[in-house]
């Protein structure tokens, strides 16, 4: 049972323009949201996060949003660079007990091109 | 700072043969994480340490699967037997404390098993 979906495996997009993910989720128990990074044969980074009681996080080029009614989070990075190039991973966890067990989705390979 | 580290990083097994992967964390970290990645999907949780004990073994398939992390440093995922299922990424993960989602966990880069 997928409870984190990123729907879109792919995206293209050109350098210096809004990259723009989107990630879906079921459970309504989740409260904390974690976007990764991964580039090929290394291990994912971690990228930026958001709690559930905030609906927008800001680092850098990289915002995440929460719509918690939508059940639905995204990533915008802006502007775009070839170093953006990578697969990117949506994640979750619930609180209490299960902290630290993190549900992943699919991931969304990125491709910036010049 | 050395980050989490992992062998073999590949490994080519026949079907019906055993397979283990260490992993070595990043140092003073209490929390290690065992997760399988399979082709095309995100990593998925398979057992997670605090220190010593697993606190956390439950999407483990126990019947072939088995893990340990002795003196809650370095720790072992063992199978025995793989199966052809069981091709895919296995990611160890560290950090510093009790598995609360904001403290980061710290990826190693994986061992590639291929079973024929």
């Known amino acids: 049972d997928q409870q984190v979906k990123q729907n879109s495996p792919s995206l293209s997009v050109q350098e210096g323009r809004i990259s723009i993910l989107n990630c879906d989720y079921t459970n309504s128990m989740f409260d904390y949201f974690l976007w990764y990074k991964k580039y090929p044969a290394e291990g994912p980074t971690f990228l930026i996060s958001?709690?559930?009681?905030?609906d927008k996080n800001e680092d850098g080029r990289f915002t995440v949003f929460l719509n918690k009614s939508a059940k639905h989070l995204s990533l915008h990075i802006v502007p775009s660079q070839p170093g953006d190039s990578a697969v990117y991973f949506c994640a979750a966890s619930e609180s209490g007990d299960s902290w630290g067990k993190l549900q992943f989705g699919a991931g969304t390979q990125v491709v910036v091109t010049p | 700072e050395a980050g989490v580290v992992q062998s073999p990083r590949y490994k080519i097994i026949e079907k019906k043969q055993p397979v283990a992967f260490w992993c070595n964390p990043i140092s003073g970290h209490n929390t290690l994480y065992w997760y399988r990645q399979n082709l095309g999907q995100g990593p998925e949780l398979l057992i997670r340490y605090e220190n010593e004990e697993a606190v956390d073994d439950s999407q483990l398939p126990k019947d072939r699967f088995s893990a340990e992390r002795l003196k809650g440093v370095d720790s072992t995922l063992k199978i025995q037997p793989a199966e052809l299922g069981d091709s895919a990424v296995y990611l160890c993960a560290s950090s510093s404390t009790s598995g609360r989602p904001w403290d980061e966990q710290f990826f190693g880069p994986g061992t590639r098993l291929t079973v024929l």
């Open positions: 958001i709690s559930s009681i905030k």
